[in-house]
């Protein structure tokens, strides 16, 4: 992979991913159907495949993992933001790239905000992001190792 997040590429998987709601709609029938689940992630695994040409179903499924866990940790934040009294203008930001294309999943992170959930914390699967502030934090180091790394 070269230094450059092909986006256009991550908006088709993004786009592919919410018409696929066994894959993360929790509540839905199709969630459980274990059958439907295989068939879905394969064809997110030919989408992914134009990202990542070695990519198999459990890199997927990490990936999808760490993009839950990523746009949750955002969403978390803003709440935080919220409650703490922050007038509009100190509001967070997100600074995911790709907040917006995962909003589908917003009712499903509302959800699962008063139970464990899975998290994975290994900075080399998560998507690169775009900060809206100066200098680099320590997240947002780990998730544009990944550049480097692959």
Not at 31 to 55: C, P, Q, R, T, W
Not at 93 to 98: D, I, M, S
């Amino acid at each position: 992979m070269t230094g450059v997040v092909d986006t256009e590429a991550w908006r088709e998987f993004f786009s592919v991913l919410q018409t696929l709601p066994e894959l993360w709609k929790n509540e839905a029938d199709v969630f459980k159907d274990k059958h439907k689940k295989k068939i879905a992630l394969s064809k997110l695994l030919e989408v992914y495949k134009s990202i990542d040409g070695n990519a198999n179903e459990d890199t997927v499924k990490k990936r999808l993992q760490n993009i839950r866990s990523c746009y949750r940790r955002e969403c978390k934040k803003v709440e935080r933001s919220r409650k703490s009294g922050a007038g509009v203008d100190e509001e967070y930001v997100p600074t995911l790239w790709y907040f917006d294309l995962v909003e589908f999943l917003r009712d499903q992170e509302i959800q699962l905000s008063g139970t464990s959930t899975v998290d994975l914390d290994d900075g080399d699967l998560e998507l690169p992001t775009e900060t809206h502030e100066p200098g680099p934090s320590r997240m947002q180091f780990r998730c544009n190792l990944n550049l480097l790394v692959n």
